[in-house]
């Protein structure tokens, strides 16, 4: 089982409306969760970062947590061409006898259509 | 400017050859990172580094050397390049990699072809 999942996509969302994107997690001892953005040819980009549970908002962008369900996701309101690239998610795992780490998902696809 | 930068952007090599690739950070960030980026596998953790003269390996750190003489620079070296190394590979740094402070932010990568 991977330690960080996401539907690859694409994910086809019309101008205007909700893209919803949804990831994963298999450690429960995870603390720190990330959406990054990561248009073609580029590198990703922090969009939004999320400790605790429930719901983190920043401007058109709403990121969720449940803790107990092990799932993040991230709404994007309004959602416009710009929006149009690979979204990852990206998670903690705790450390056992090294550091912690940080996982990241393969990524969803999302294509905002006019 | 303040940020993270690689060198170079674009390289192609050929199999056997060392090659090194840069990475410099303006941030005074304590961790950074390396990763190579491939279809298929999303973003892969080769090594990563606590502080100066502290490195440690991530999910594929085969045919992979690091250093970091200097808190702001931590280059990648492939002793002899294969094949399987053709990939973009990418350096962040992040504040720490604990608690809430361990948001890591990405260099503009290299692309890396292996011939």
């Known amino acids: 089982q991977k330690e960080v999942e996401q539907n690859s996509g694409p994910l086809s969302v019309p101008e205007g409306a909700i893209a919803s994107l949804n990831c994963t997690y298999s450690?429960?001892?995870?603390?720190?969760f990330f959406w990054y953005r990561q248009y073609s040819g580029k590198s990703p980009e922090l969009i939004m970062s999320?400790?605790?549970?429930g719901d983190k908002e920043d401007g058109r962008f709403t990121a969720q947590l449940n803790k107990a369900s092990q799932y993040v996701s991230l709404l994007i309101r309004d959602s416009q061409p710009s929006d149009s690239a690979t979204y990852l998610c990206a998670v903690n795992i705790p450390p056992d006898s090294s550091a912690s780490k940080i996982i990241f998902g393969s990524g969803t696809r999302l294509s905002i259509r006019p | 400017d303040a940020g993270i930068t690689q060198s170079p952007r674009y390289k192609i090599t050929e199999t056997g050859r060392q090659v090194t690739l840069m990475c410099h950070q303006t941030w005074s960030h304590s961790y950074m990172f390396w990763y190579r980026q491939d279809l298929g596998h999303g973003l892969r953790l080769i090594y990563y580094?606590?502080?100066?003269?502290?490195?440690d390996k991530g999910e594929v750190p085969d045919g992979y050397v690091v250093s970091r003489s200097k808190t702001e620079n931590f280059p990648l070296t492939l002793e002899s390049a294969t094949r399987s190394q053709t990939s973009v590979y990418f350096c962040?740094?992040?504040?720490?990699?604990?608690?809430?402070?361990?948001?890591?932010?990405f260099g503009p990568g290299t692309r890396l072809t292996v011939l």
């Open positions: 999320i400790y605790s549970n």
């Open positions: 580094s606590a502080a100066a003269d502290i490195t």
């Open positions: 962040a740094s992040s504040e720490s990699y604990v608690g809430v402070y361990n948001e890591q932010f």
């Open positions: 450690d429960r001892g995870s603390q720190s």
